[in-house]
């Protein structure tokens, strides 16, 4: 995917892998941000109606459990969320 969604991370419903199981978006740390000792991120993306805050996104093998999801403006076009990089199995 070309532009500011170069990034691939691959979806995690709930039940199992969502529809479509790739999100295209965009991936950023959140500098000096750590939730529960954990580092969190930015992510920023078209709309994608399986994520959650009980997704799982897979992002260069770290897996990042959803906090807060925006759908921006509630036009189910586009959506910003905050994750946090968790270890072992979520």
């Known amino acids: 995917m070309v532009g500011d969604f170069r990034h691939a ?11 479509p199981p790739t ?3 965009s991936v950023e740390p959140a500098a000096n941000t750590v939730v529960d000792g954990q580092a969190a991120y930015f992510l920023r993306g078209r709309y994608h109606p399986e994520i959650t805050l009980e997704t799982v996104l897979e992002f ?3 897996r990042l459990q959803v906090q ?3 759908d921006v403006d509630e036009r189910h ?3 910003t969320l905050v ?4 270890r072992g199995r979520v």
């Not at 994750?83 to 968790?86: I, M, R």
């Open 77 to 79: 076009v586009s959506m």
């Open 23 to 25: 999100w295209y978006c």
């Open 83 to 86: 994750a946090v990089e968790v």
């Open 68 to 70: 807060a999801v925006t």
């Open 60 to 62: 260069e093998g770290r």
């Open 9 to 19: 991370v691959a979806v995690e419903a709930p039940t199992g892998p969502a529809d």
